[in-house]
């Protein structure tokens, strides 16, 4: 099946600085979300990005959908404590019958220090 | 807007009992809705959709005589856990999308399940 390579696993970063994450998958994908999961929390939608080289803001974070349609992007500037969290990448492909079938990455753990 | 509740947040059962989880989509309709579940530092892993009115479809190895799941309204759909053993404790967790919507989730805060 689909997979997603989502990276880096983990990032322990000082509050301020800047965080880039991604994910790129062998095949193409039509949707590329972004998800923050916080502990004993049900994941909660950031970015959704739906066109090849669309880049999207939501406050201080940035996401682009990849020109390939394999990879995506995640940045978070002047991260604060409050951004700790699990983000998962997510993708949606309209081959194989999917019908809005989500292929999750496995995570990036961000730890913020104050 | 586009919120996902579920009910309980956590339960405790004994080995044998069933367990009854509720999705419902709070300020829209969910033609479709899904079901995860998610152990420690892992990802997400779906266990079925449901689409209202029909059966759900279970994804492979996910034993559906188990895990029933009946969506009988465009705002609720509820997952079984039957006969529950330990290794069923787990936690999961729901997502809806909006109908006719760009496969954008919504996803409920989940409920922990702890089998003893």
């Known amino acids: 099946g689909q997979q997603l390579n989502q990276s880096p696993q983990s990032m322990f970063i000082q509050e301020g600085e800047d965080v880039s994450m991604n994910c790129t998958s062998s095949?193409?994908?039509?949707?590329w979300l972004w998800y923050k999961q916080e502990p004993g929390e049900g994941p909660v939608l950031l970015i959704a990005?739906?066109?090849?080289?669309e880049l999207t803001s939501n406050g201080r974070l940035t996401a682009q959908f990849g020109i390939t349609r394999k990879d995506s992007f995640l940045n978070i500037s002047a991260s604060i404590p409050s951004d700790v969290g699990i983000y998962f990448c997510?993708?949606?492909?309209?081959?194989?019958?999917?019908?809005?079938?989500?292929?999750f990455g496995k995570g990036t753990l961000l730890t913020v220090n104050p | 807007g586009a919120v996902v509740s579920q009910h309980p947040s956590w339960v405790i059962c004994k080995s044998g009992t069933s367990v009854k989880i509720e999705c419902r989509s709070l300020?829209?309709?969910?033609?479709?809705m899904f079901w995860y579940r998610q152990f420690p530092k892992q990802s997400l892993m779906l266990m079925a959709t449901?689409?209202?009115?029909?059966?759900?479809?279970?994804e492979q190895g996910v034993e559906k005589d188990k895990f029933l799941i009946n969506h009988a309204s465009l705002t609720l759909s509820t997952l079984t856990v039957t006969s529950a053993h330990p290794e069923d404790s787990s936690f999961y967790i729901c997502?809806?999308?909006?109908?006719?919507?760009?496969?954008?989730?919504?996803f409920g805060p989940g409920t922990r399940l702890t089998v003893t």
């Open positions: 990005l739906y066109k090849a080289g």
């Open positions: 997510a993708g949606h492909s309209n081959s194989g019958g999917s019908n809005y079938k989500l292929t």
């Open positions: 095949s193409i994908f039509n949707t």
């Open positions: 449901s689409n209202e009115g029909s059966k759900a479809t279970y």
């Open positions: 997502s809806a999308s909006l109908t006719g919507g760009e496969n954008e989730q919504y």
């Open positions: 300020d829209f309709q969910a033609t479709t």
